[in-house]
């Protein structure tokens, strides 16, 4: 079975500041993968970068065995992959209805139509409905996205995430600037809602990180230093000493 | 109590609620677009609602790319002058060979000229959208309208080209010589290119394109390339702005290079920004005010630009929503029941906001005999009333009721500010919010 994710030399320079070097990673299919890394490290670049956001400088990114390196974002996540953002990014002005079920039209294969009723669109309907209750915002559907609390936008910038049923999830930080009840609950929905699918996930707390990952990678300084299951990493002197060991103690 | 729950949206029942008011809009829009001119019988009447059909096509139009696309085009008229001299060039074709297309069908060739030529120039102006699109608009609005004078065998240079709209075959008896049946042909065309552009907005594509207006970026990690949906939002826009043109080419008889000029396109954007863009009649509602200054103003006043761009100013100052969002503002207080609290807010902030407008209007018409070169003697009118320019006092009422009205209105428009919050914290207890 290919991987879900394969990045091979992948180099980015911004000017001529060289953010990551030499990345290589693996992630396999239906694995739940964590990044971890201290700030600046370069975990959302990476995610721009399998993304499609911005392209590498030189290096390879296979999805399932694809190549999409040099692809443009929509074209990435048209073969399955699909990436939350840090910094909340939805559609402000649009209710919260509309913000999911944007994310639902192109999956359902009604891309730019402009002789169909958008509201007389059974299967878009359903998902939609669906989604907003796995994101527990059905109460909250017709308020502009942009009027949702902080912690309503972090749950439905994951709902417009999940929402085109890719294969791969990238969530960048979902809990971020969360309290600790809203924590538990978006961890629950991540782990409920990413079943079956493959995640990787940067996160900062580390219970989320090793109650959740299959397998760890910690970058800093924009390589990976190690990558492994939660014991190996737990374990691994190296990462200790880099990342752990301020986190921790 | 009760009214609240059953407002209360059930989750399973996703289709937008169609409410009164939206039955209710399109009601009155259609009675108004069909039973005015029976009202208003004059030949001038007629004339007026015929160029106010013909701009509220085109604002709606435009108003795809502003309102619901985010697209802010400087060369709209583009596609409206092009769809207009296509029309003409249609109509004598038409009549020269004695073809059997009736009139009301060449709005048609307008709109698919105004849409070849979108296909056409659209697919590079949109690649992006915010400056460079604006920039890139302009520079095919002054392009075409420049090649419009040097092209002279299609654009009949300065004098354009004419056609007579009574040498196509009739319909149902009627030749479109009477004004009364153009105003029908166009009240036609406005109602079926509403219902279409409304219908546009309800679509997939529709949609998307308040995605991309509100957050191109996160458009693309959704499987859509929001260059694409700008392209087919621009081409959807000409179409439209081409059956306007073609229908103002109907109405004059004559198309120029006036059509697609820098001016046609500011009007067009002035009209549907004072409408306001943020609600579908928005732009009707623009078209209606911006034609009906054009038409009343220009015959009052000599310096009628200056009152537009001052009108302009304000809007954008004061109501950056224009004027459907000062309407709209109003809709909690009327559902709440307490639009009465500030009314007689409104009547006291009235009568000094008049008295400074006619200060500021006296002013203005001072200097303006003055800057023209005017020797200083004579009357002007404001209302009927005549002043003496000449006399002091008329200097110094302009002075006082400008000065004076300013302060007067000023307070007052507190007192409206404080009503009003009264009225919205009111409403809000009842449940009403927006
Ligand atoms: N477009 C850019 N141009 C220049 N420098 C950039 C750009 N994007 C990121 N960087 C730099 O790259 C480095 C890595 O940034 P990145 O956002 O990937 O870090 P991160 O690991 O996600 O950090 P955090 O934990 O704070 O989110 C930072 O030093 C940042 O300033
Ligand atoms: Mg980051």
């Known amino acids: 079975m290919t991987n879900a994710i394969e990045v091979r030399a992948v180099e980015k320079k911004f000017g001529n500041v060289h953010i990551i070097r030499d990345l290589n990673l693996t992630i396999g299919q239906g694995e739940r993968h964590a990044i971890i890394g201290p700030n600046g490290a370069g975990k959302s670049t990476t995610f721009n970068l399998i993304s499609g956001h911005i392209t590498p400088t030189s290096g390879e990114i296979d999805l399932n065995g694809q190549r999409i390196s040099g692809l443009r974002p929509f074209e990435i996540n048209r073969r399955g992959l699909s990436r939350s953002f840090q910094v909340t990014n939805v559609f402000a002005k649009m209710t919260v209805w509309e913000n999911i079920r944007c994310a639902v039209l192109w999956a359902t294969g009604h891309r730019y139509a402009f002789w169909k009723n958008v509201d007389s669109l059974p299967e878009v309907r359903q998902r939609t409905a669906e989604i907003l209750e796995d994101i527990h915002l059905t109460h ?17 910038e994951i709902g417009i995430t999940i929402a085109g049923g890719a294969s791969v999830i990238m969530l960048d930080e979902p809990t971020a600037g969360m309290s600790n009840t809203e924590t538990d609950r978006a961890v629950a929905l991540i782990r409920r809602l990413t079943e079956g699918r493959t995640l990787v996930i940067v996160e900062h707390d580390m219970s989320v990180v090793f ?31 880099a990342y752990l060991g301020e986190e921790d103690h | 109590m009760t009214d609240l729950t059953s407002r209360a949206p059930s989750p399973t029942d996703s289709a937008p609620a169609r409410n009164v008011g939206f039955y209710a809009a399109w009601g009155i829009f259609i009675v108004a677009v069909l039973v ?27 108003n795809i790319l502003l309102g619901q696309t985010g697209l802010l085009s400087f060369g709209h008229a583009v596609y409206y002058g092009l769809g207009g001299f296509l029309a003409v060039h249609g109509m004598n074709a038409i009549a020269a060979h004695g073809l059997p297309v009736p009139l009301p069908f ?30 890139i608009s302009l520079g095919i609005g002054e392009l075409v309208a420049s090649s419009s004078l040097i092209l002279r065998s299609f654009f009949g240079g300065e004098a354009g080209i004419t056609t007579n709209r009574t040498d196509l075959p009739a319909l149902f008896g009627w030749n479109f010589g009477p004004q009364i049946q153009v105003y029908y042909l166009i009240g036609f065309w406005l109602i079926i290119s509403a219902i279409a ?8 594509l529709g949609r998307m394109c308040n995605a991309v207006r509100d957050n191109p970026e996160r458009v693309q990690f959704i499987g859509y390339d929001p260059h694409v949906v700008r392209y087919l939002s621009f081409c959807f826009a000409g179409f439209f702005a081409g059956i306007a043109g073609a229908l103002a080419a109907i109405n004059f008889e004559i198309a120029n290079a006036a059509y697609l000029g820098a001016v046609q396109s500011g009007v067009v954007l002035f009209a549907t920004f004072i409408g306001g863009v943020g609600y579908f009649f928005g732009p009707v509602l623009g078209a209606v005010v911006v034609t009906m200054l054009q038409l009343e103003l220009s015959d009052v006043t000599s310096v009628w630009q200056l009152y537009f761009g001052i009108i302009f100013i304000g809007i954008v100052m004061f109501a950056p929503g224009g004027l459907t969002s000062l309407l709209m503002m109003h809709r909690p207080l009327l559902r709440a029941g307490t639009l009465p609290m500030v009314l007689p807010a409104y009547l006291i902030a009235l009568v000094p906001t008049l008295l400074f407008a006619c200060g500021v209007i006296l002013a203005i018409e001072i200097l303006a005999v003055y800057s023209q070169g005017g020797s200083g003697s004579g009357t002007i009118h404001l209302f009927r009333i005549p002043f003496d320019l000449a006399s002091p006092m008329t200097w110094l009422i302009a002075a006082v009721l400008t000065i004076g009205g300013f302060y007067v209105a000023r307070m007052t428009w507190r007192g409206v500010t404080d009503a009003w919050d009264r009225a919205m914290t009111v409403a809000r207890e009842r449940g009403y919010h927006a």
């Open chain 1, 140 to 156: 909250r559907r017709d308020v502009p996205a942009g009027l949702l609390t902080y912690a309503e936008q972090r749950e439905l």
């Open chain 1, 211 to 241: 109650g959740l990952a299959d397998r760890i990678s910690v970058l800093v300084y924009g390589n990976i230093i190690a990558s492994g299951t939660p014991e190996e990493i737990r374990g691994n002197p190296k990462v200790k000493e």
């Open chain 2, 106 to 135: 060449v709005p048609l060739i307008g709109g698919f000229a105004g849409l070849v030529f979108a296909i056409i120039i659209g697919w590079v102006s949109t690649q992006r959208a915010g400056t460079v699109f604006a920039m």
């Open chain 2, 36 to 62: 005015l001119p029976l009202i208003f019988r004059s030949g001038g009447s007629h004339t007026t609602f015929s160029l106010i059909g013909i701009a509220a096509i085109f604002a709606l139009s435009y």
């Open chain 2, 197 to 204: 552009m409304y219908a546009l907005t309800r679509t997939p």
